[in-house]
């Protein structure tokens, strides 16, 4: 293990030395003491540390080193292969963090994988990260080519597609404000530097779109595919069985047609 550890420190130095400013560093090895598997005493990770932090002081490093008590040894956390339920918490505080997932069931290529993700699972999979605080780091096997095969190609040039229209959704999106409560079938991203506020359509509505206790929150609202204005409709209107509805709601009139897109996405500039 010693010339290991040797190895280790001199292969993160060549890394963190020859090539300029390191923006992230993921290391992925280390099991707390007692579990199956190798800990921070056998890598010398806070050694290791230390020395990434002297090398490139701008960093920011995952979780996996097995120094979640050691100031500094670690910046974001990162849940693999499952949705959380909500933004990860640390001694009750939010923390950074990042799920990393596959495409299939499978890290690396395998001919016969038969559980490959389709289109809408990947992108309620990166919206759902975006909705909560997080990231998606979504792994990709090559072929022993170096390429990628036709199933990669194919769910990468699909999510292109709908990012072309819809990446102000996710790109410096975050959860949405508590003020804006959820909207059925909807899931919600907020961009804290334009103050725009995207509902993602999982589940297409009928006609109209009630936005509850958005009243008075709300100056426009668009489709983000097109940019085409969506209206305001009357709050008072009535669905079955005469439910009223409340002035503090705001109903968007939509069209009866599904635009062309895998999830719509409306964009509301808000008051």
């Known amino acids: 293990m010693n010339r290991y550890r040797e190895y280790v420190k001199n292969q993160i130095t060549e890394l963190l030395t020859n090539y300029g400013k390191i923006d992230l560093l993921w290391l992925d090895y ?50 693999e292969q499952y949705k959380v339920s909500k933004w990860p918490e640390r001694n009750g505080k939010r923390i950074p963090w990042e799920t990393c997932q596959t495409f299939s069931g499978s890290w ?64 410096g999106c975050t959860e949405a404000p508590e003020e804006f409560a959820p909207v059925d079938n909807a899931l919600l991203t907020y961009n804290p530097d334009t103050k725009r506020l995207y509902v993602h359509l999982l589940d297409y509505p009928l006609s109209r779109l009630t936005l509850k206790g958005y009243g008075g929150k709300v100056k426009y609202a668009q489709f983000l595919h097109d940019r085409s204005e969506l209206k305001f409709g009357d709050t008072q209107f009535s669905v079955t069985y005469q439910e009223s509805k409340s002035s503090d709601d705001v109903i968007l009139v939509l069209p009866e047609v599904k635009p062309d897109i895998e999830i719509p996405v409306i964009e509301l500039i808000l008051e």
Do not use: C
Not at 55 to 75: H, K, M, T, Y
Not at 143 to 165: C, N, Q, V
């Open 30 to 79: 280390s099991y707390p003491e007692g579990a199956h598997g190798k800990g921070r005493a056998d890598w010398d990770s806070e050694e290791l540390m230390k020395l990434v932090r002297t090398l490139q002081p701008g960093i920011i490093v995952n979780d996996r080193a097995d120094l979640l008590d050691v100031e500094g040894g670690w910046d974001f956390t990162t849940p």
């Open 108 to 171: 690396g290529y395998y001919r016969d994988e038969a559980t490959w993700k389709d289109n809408r699972q990947l992108l309620v999979l990166l919206i759902e990260s975006v909705s909560k605080g997080g990231n998606l780091l979504l792994n990709v096997g090559p072929t022993a080519r170096g390429l990628f095969d036709d199933r990669a190609e194919k769910r990468l040039a699909d999510i292109g597609e709908w990012m072309k229209y819809n990446s102000p959704s996710i790109y």
